[in-house]
């Protein structure tokens, strides 16, 4: 009954939240970084929540790009930003000492607990209640949502799916009912889904767009169709237009440019144009470890939806294709996809569910039916018969019920292993597992994100590369030279410029930049495979595809830093280049004190699996500031023009 539904709901909602806020009972309120986004659009909510609408608009962020900055609304979600700041207002009305971090840190989990119920509404109208709950548990335990909408999330790709789903079903109502109202709602939800996350804004309009065309194709009637359609028009530039004078720096996006110069031409080719091929794709493996037993369901979930043929059913089918399409060349739409998938896979499994339960119901009325037969012989045959056919027939019930249930239950441990291991550590903590299995916690970058903001000067500047700069800038609350949000890439390109520079080249590089301060990673001791040195070819080749030079003149060659054999090396047959540039000679400096594993001499790097080429040398610009407790983040003192140690 609808108790029954309502409980089962519930239940899937709760299994949302428990998925999904592992993290902050392992860690507390901290920001899962896929990347910058979470704290740009953190520092974002904290200037609107003291300094208001207004200014927020107006406001020119000087400490994330020293010296020239960028606007204050170029972050990757003004939406979610104006939410989030939205909600901790209305939060802090009851609770007074609630802070801007946690919500940051639980509105993502409060979102997917919203896509469930949306994903319930979209599976109930294509099979009814039982694919309705099957598909919100299934979006509940799906390990590519919760990844987009784990705690900490702070970014367009938490709310990005339940944005899709919403603009989907509100068009889906406006089709089934024709009501313009519907169809205005659904340009304001895409609307609000280009402001909060411009990489999705395309999903919607080629689901509109292909769903329209499929059902002209299918000779559906096309009047009241093509009516709403250029009501969605009409609505979609009218709100585009006013972004763009509202607020310009989100408006001049290459989408929303796009969407303002052929929105009325809704069509199938906007899928293509849809795919974000900027995007690291996503290999099938991803996709199967995300969306696990999904991705097994959905053939046989379109082409149920196919031969059922209503027009909620083609739009569902629409959706699905059009999403893994996305998905399948940008990683960021996994979560996207989840929500139709989900949708597809409840309307398969709840179907099953409805199917084994009538027969059930129908194996057990037998068996309280007496049977009517003719007297004798006959009688005997024909009870001996049905009995076999029951037993046979109640058999296979039973094998189906335990299969179905253990494929089902598979899933969920999937979800639950991905949830605890996979998605539930920040980036700015590094956790690692001793050999008898235990789990051990680097907390290194807070650690030294604190020593900065209460021992360096207000006014300091810090020059690491882009990807610590929105975290230096947040937490630390320091100016960076500059972060991944940066507009000019040339400026990004002269970061890794200094740090492959000679030492004394670039001091002066840095002091031309105005930087006070160096911040370097560097994993040798704890082998974190992701520090700094990693990342030496890619400030290379970013200095050279920007045209910069190197201190002959020269354009940068990536080739110089690797040894004659083309291999990496740290030890005693690195490359010259590689020797002599700072990041080189700030990553390994005192290195040499250490003994980091037995039986190893002093000085030996765990990533690099090799015993540095030069131990003891000093720094002749520079002066160590801060090293961390496990080494993994050093911050060091440029020393003032003229002032050598």
């Known amino acids: 009954g609808a108790c029954v539904a309502m409980a089962a709901l519930a ?6 939240v428990a998925m999904r806020v592992v993290s902050v009972w392992r860690h507390g309120e901290l920001l899962m970084s896929r990347g910058s986004e979470p704290y740009t659009n953190l520092r974002a909510a904290r200037y609107l929540q003291e300094h ?46 609630v802070d801007i971090e946690t919500v940051a840190a639980l509105l993502p989990v409060a979102l997917a607990v919203a896509t469930v119920v949306a994903v319930h509404s ?10 309705g709950i099957a598909a919100a548990w299934f979006l509940a335990l799906a390990p590519g949502h919760i990844a987009a909408s784990n705690a900490g999330s702070f970014d367009g790709g938490a709310v990005a799916p339940l944005l899709v789903a919403l603009a989907v079903l509100a068009w889906g109502t406006a089709v089934r009912s024709g009501s313009m109202k519907w169809a205005v709602l659904a340009a304001c939800w895409n609307w609000a889904l280009a402001v909060s996350w411009a990489g999705g804004l395309w999903v919607v309009l080629a689901v509109i767009g292909l769903h329209v065309a499929v059902l002209a194709v299918a000779r559906r009637p096309m009047r009241r169709v093509v009516a709403l359609l250029a009501v969605f028009g009409v609505v979609s530039v009218a709100l585009y237009a006013a972004l763009c004078v509202v607020c310009p720096h989100i408006g001049s996006t290459s989408q929303i440019t796009a969407v303002l110069g052929r929105n009325g031409t809704l069509s199938s080719g906007a899928a293509g144009s849809g795919m974000d091929v ?3 794709s996503a290999a099938w493996s991803s996709l199967y470890y995300d969306l696990s037993l999904m991705m097994l369901i959905l053939p046989a979930g379109l082409h149920r939806l196919l031969c059922q043929g209503s027009t909620d059913g083609i739009l569902l089918a629409v959706w699905v294709l059009v999403a893994l399409a996305n998905a399948a060349v940008s990683i960021e739409h996994i979560g996207v996809l989840a929500v139709p998938a989900s949708a597809v896979s409840g309307l398969v499994v709840g179907e099953l569910v409805e199917k084994y339960s009538a027969l059930v119901m129908e ?5 309280e039916v007496p049977k009517k037969a003719a007297s004798g012989a006959v009688k005997r045959e024909s009870r001996r018969i049905d009995t076999s056919a029951g037993a046979v027939q109640r058999k296979s019930l039973v094998i189906a019920v335990i299969g179905l249930g253990g494929v089902l239950v598979a899933f969920a441990r999937h979800a639950v292993w991905v949830s605890s291991v996979a998605y539930s550590t920040p980036a700015i903590i590094v956790t690692a597992k001793t050999a008898d299995g235990s789990r051990i916690v680097y907390d290194d970058f807070r650690e030294t994100y604190s020593w900065i903001q209460n021992n360096t000067p207000r006014d300091a500047v810090l020059l690491a590369w882009p990807d610590h700069g929105p975290q230096i800038a947040t937490l630390a609350n320091r100016t960076v030279v500059a972060d991944t949000t940066t507009w000019n890439t040339t400026h990004i390109a002269a970061v890794g410029r200094v740090l ?11 002091h031309r930049l105005g930087a006070t301060y160096v911040l370097v990673v560097f994993g040798g001791k704890v082998a974190y495979s992701n520090d700094d040195l990693a990342k030496l070819t890619w400030m290379v080749r970013s200095a050279k595809e920007s045209g910069l030079t190197n201190e002959h003149e020269k354009l940068f060659d990536d080739r110089a830093y690797f040894a004659a054999a083309g291999e990496f090396r740290i030890d005693s047959g690195v490359a010259p280049a590689l020797r002599a540039s700072l990041l080189y000679r ?10 980091t594993e037995p039986a190893k001499p002093s000085g030996y790097d765990r ?34 023009e003229g002032n050598r140690k």
């Open 363 to 367: 194996s057990t009325s037998s068996k």
């Open 500 to 510: 492959v520079l000679p030492e004394e080249e670039a001091r002066h590089e840095l």
């Open 278 to 280: 900027g995007r690291q």
């Open 52 to 97: 208001g609408m207004a200014s927020f608009l107006q406001w020119h962020d000087l400490a994330v790009a020293h010296p020239h900055g960028r606007p204050g609304t170029a972050v990757g979600s003004p939406g979610m930003v104006v939410v989030g700041t939205a909600v901790h207002s209305a939060a802090a009305s009851v609770v007074p000492d």
């Open 122 to 131: 979209a599976g109930r109208a294509v099979g009814g209640s039982a694919a």
């Open 11 to 16: 239940g899937a909602a709760g299994a949302c």
């Open 586 to 595: 700030l990553s390994y400096y005192r290195f040499a004190e250490l003994f």
């Open 607 to 640: 990533v690099r699996h090799a015993e540095v080429g030069e131990k003891f040398y000093p720094l002749h610009g520079f002066e160590e500031a801060y090293t961390s407790s496990n080494w993994l983040v050093r911050v060091f003192r440029v020393l003032p």
